[in-house]
């Protein structure tokens, strides 16, 4: 079975909303060029799920994100996706393994 969830998790209400919902063992993120914001980083952390699909348009924040995961996950594929020929801009996909 699978959920969706839109919420706005750059703010605490948003975060909140997650609450109570059971651990999921895969999350999919997709956050804005800016990156994941902390308190995210610290969520997902928090509930542990086995798997994170990671899709960033922006690879500087995605690594920066990462990194801050990395003690507990690993990354096990990256496959980057040209969805804007002829221009600099990529989509890339990360997918992180609980360690």
Sequence with gaps: NAQFLATDLHTPAGIQTLDGLPNPQVV???PPRAG????LVEYVLHRAPERIVYV???PTTQARD???MSERYRVRAV???DM???TYHVENV???ERR
Excluded: E
Aim: charged share 10%; hydrophobic share 55%; glycine share 0%.
């Design 84 to 86: 804007f020929p002829q």
């Design 94 to 96: 990360a997918i992180l």
């Design 66 to 68: 990462i990194a801050l």
């Design 36 to 39: 994941m914001h902390a308190r």
């Design 79 to 81: 496959q980057p996706i």
């Design 28 to 30: 999919v993120i997709d």
């Design 56 to 58: 960033s348009c922006n």
